[in-house]
């Protein structure tokens, strides 16, 4: 059986900045604010889904045949990893296009 949710993890963030490359083209992925969006992010979905993936009392399980059997930290799919990216990404990237400016544009009236 093919591992799907391994699948869709890869190919989501693939899309989101294919997207962003051929269509929206706002340039968030070219700014040190993105990057740092990211990682502060990260800091707190590490201990979040690290508590509900944990092996002693998992609050939301998967099925291992859809997954690829890698979790790190603690038990944590890293498909996870994938599907955070291009939700956080696609977020900001849609703000950013709604917002009608490019992020250098938006530091520049902002700052």
Do not use: C, K, N
């Not at 092996?55 to 059997?69: K, L, N, R």
């Amino acid at each position: 059986m093919a591992a799907e949710y391994t699948i869709a993890a890869v190919a989501a963030p693939v899309a989101v900045v294919g997207l962003e490359l051929a269509v929206l083209r706002t340039g968030l992925l070219r700014t040190v604010r993105y990057w740092v969006t990211v990682a502060i992010s990260l800091a707190f979905m590490v201990p979040v889904d690290g508590w509900l993936t944990r092996p002693d009392a998992t609050v939301v399980h998967y099925a291992e045949e859809q997954i690829s059997g890698l979790r790190a930290p603690w038990h944590i799919p890293v498909e996870d990893y994938g599907f955070g990216l291009a939700l956080i990404t696609l977020t900001l990237l849609l703000w950013q296009r709604q917002r009608g400016r490019t992020p250098a544009e938006g530091e520049a009236r902002d700052g």
